[in-house]
């Protein structure tokens, strides 16, 4: 009994982590994305913002695959929260005005 | 969770499909279904008769407008091709629009019936009717779904060439696992080009944050700054005649343009001010992209004048996920292979949400109500909606033209008949249900031509003299349906009882 709630809870920590937990990831990737394409490629601001929500579809996709391998699902909580937050602080430090 | 990939991928092929699988028939039924948008409304709207444009019918749409629509702010003329015979012109004045049909072979207007035609396949595919209702979302979801799960459906293959050469055909549960495998390795490149285009064309609707944090009025902003235009015109200039001989323009685009028949549609701004200007649109046959190249005029001098700016690399690879998901570019022999793959990939999730239920019942002695919920879900969502597109179909030529709003009406057909599908599928047993459903849909399909002729038998008999594909391609279709149809329903009569006395094919 105490299994199955247990595997049920699992199942249901790697659906949020995948569905919830991989859109934040690749929202803030796309926002991440935008300064650092604008300083490095020579995009157009305009052609950055798309360029990036355009590829932040392919971390989605990966985070959704990888939320439901045999790694622990802990371990997938915490490189997903570790990378979310570093995202972030690119998109708090790099952002342009 | 099982600690092993393999394990892990079926579950997540499993429940990713389950979920949406439904959803997802209809939309690749309809989405399908779009590749023959404009054969479609051709069917659709009979009294559009075939024949050939030139010059001078360009000549008479402009004479038409400019005695029609002299102070409009702007004229439109779409011009009849190989695959519509719809000549269509339309005016703006503000924000009021008129169109109208001329007859390709006099010239006269024609009055053809109200109805959405193809394009309600088109706009139901991605929005299921809820524009405005998030249903642009819930089908992105439904994309990212398939993507997920043709994904992992590729690990559920432990011998994946031995899967591949393997059809078993005497067992109904075997041959639906052989054949979905199959099918599943024929589409893998097709689905994952049209659900990753899906995507791709609304990138900045679904992952938003990147336009609102960079530009005040989100999406739209952002679309402004990349999507390349024209000036803006000084609506009070002075008055001037605008041309009538459109042959001027014609033979600079000629030179521009190689090959036949390459304008799709022209566009003209302010066609009674000396700043008027014509846009040409090229037809979407020579490239990847959906951006139509175009080539603009003045409307009084007919000499060219400066066009649009050059689109960004970011812009012009969003355009063209557009054009590989709509595939314009198609000429005939590819549109069919499309066609056909859109109708594997259908194949493909019905049969997946089949076998789904049957390897559950296979193993159960008395029936889950989930799998209650799944069983009639199966006939409705599978059937229903290939009954509903069938009532769609019979409602354009049944109802009468002039009640009010019929191109609605013709909806409220499509979608009530789902209803009533799904309303069946929940009183009657399944099998039972999967028959009876089978029969009407075959009935549906070959009552079609024959109404046709009943009503009209100068349509058969001029689409004949005319060599009129697209009349005679989707009577042939509907009837081929109707055969596939009533071979099934008296297939599974015969087969589906197993000796334990449970029902195997759903």
């Known amino acids: ?97 | 969770m099982k600690p092993d990939f393999r394990k892990c991928m079926i579950w997540l092929h499993t429940y990713s499909s389950l979920l949406l699988g439904w959803l997802l028939f209809a939309i690749f039924v309809s989405g399908t279904l779009s590749y023959f948008n404009p054969e479609i409304s051709q069917w659709m709207k009979p009294e559009l008769k075939k024949g050939i444009h030139s010059t001078a019918s360009v000549n008479h749409a402009l004479n038409h407008l400019q005695n029609h629509a002299q102070s409009a702010d702007r004229w439109r003329i779409y011009l009849p091709n190989d695959r519509t015979q719809h000549w269509k012109i339309q005016w703006n004045k503000g924000r009021v629009r008129t169109t109208q049909t001329l007859n390709i072979q006099d010239g006269a207007t024609v009055t053809v019936r109200d109805t959405k035609g193809g394009d309600f396949f088109r706009t139901f595919h991605y929005t299921l009717q809820l524009r405005g209702y998030g249903g642009r979302y819930i089908a992105g979801v439904a994309a990212m779904c398939m993507l997920i799960a043709v994904f992992s459906g590729i690990f559920t293959h432990r011998r994946f060439f031995r899967d591949f050469f393997t059809l078993r055909i005497n067992k109904i549960g075997k041959f639906l696992t052989d054949s979905h495998a199959l099918v599943g390795i024929i589409t893998l490149p097709f689905c994952l080009m049209i659900c990753t285009s899906a995507l791709m064309i609304y990138a900045t609707m679904y992952i938003p944050w990147g336009t609102e944090h960079y530009y005040a009025g989100g999406q739209r902003e952002h679309n402004k700054h990349i999507i390349p235009s024209l000036p803006k015109l000084d609506k009070k200039s002075a008055l001037a005649e605008p041309l009538t001989d459109f042959s001027l323009v014609e033979q600079q685009i000629n030179q521009l343009w190689l090959g036949s028949d390459q304008i799709e549609y022209i566009t003209v701004e302010q066609p009674s001010r000396e700043n008027g200007r014509i846009i040409i649109n090229r037809v979407k046959d020579q490239s990847l992209s959906n951006q139509a190249e175009r080539l603009v005029f003045s409307s009084v001098t007919g000499q060219p004048i400066a066009g649009y700016p050059e689109q960004s690399t970011a812009a012009k690879v969003r355009r063209i996920f557009y054009g590989l998901h709509e595939a314009k570019f198609a000429d005939s022999a590819l549109r069919w292979i499309f066609f056909i793959l859109g109708m594997a990939a259908s194949a493909l999730i019905g049969s997946g949400l089949i076998i789904w239920l049957n390897k559950r019942l296979e193993k159960v002695k008395k029936q889950h109500l989930g799998h209650t919920i799944v069983e009639c879900l199966n006939v409705a969502g599978i059937m229903g909606l290939l009954l509903a597109i069938l009532a769609y179909f019979q409602a354009n030529r049944w109802l009468p033209q002039d009640i009010e709003n019929r191109a609605s009406v013709e909806v409220e057909v499509f979608l009530y008949a789902w209803l009533v599908s799904l309303i069946h599928s929940i009183l009657r047993p399944t099998n039972k249900a999967w028959i009876e459903q089978l029969m009407v849909g075959s009935l549906l399909c070959f009552s079609l031509p024959i109404i046709d002729l009943y009503q009209d038998h100068q349509r058969l008999i001029g689409a004949i003299e005319q060599a009129n594909l697209t009349y005679l391609m989707f009577n042939i279709m509907i009837l081929m349906a109707g055969f596939i149809f009533v071979k099934t329903a008296f297939w599974l009569r015969g087969r589906t009882i197993v000796p334990s006395g449970k029902v195997l094919c759903s």
Do not use: Q
């Open chain 1, 1 to 97: 009994m105490i299994e199955s709630l247990k595997y049920k809870a699992e199942i249901l920590s790697r659906c949020v982590a995948a569905i919830f937990g991989g859109y934040v990831f690749s929202s803030i990737l796309s926002l991440a994305l935008i300064p650092i394409l604008v300083n490095t490629s020579g995009l157009t601001l305009g052609d950055s913002v798309l360029a990036a929500a355009m590829l932040s579809y392919v971390s989605y996709f990966v985070v959704i695959v990888i939320s439901f391998c045999r790694f622990n699902h802990w371990k997938i909580w915490a490189v997903l929260l570790f990378l979310t937050s570093a995202l972030l602080s690119v998109h708090r430090v790099f952002s342009l005005s």
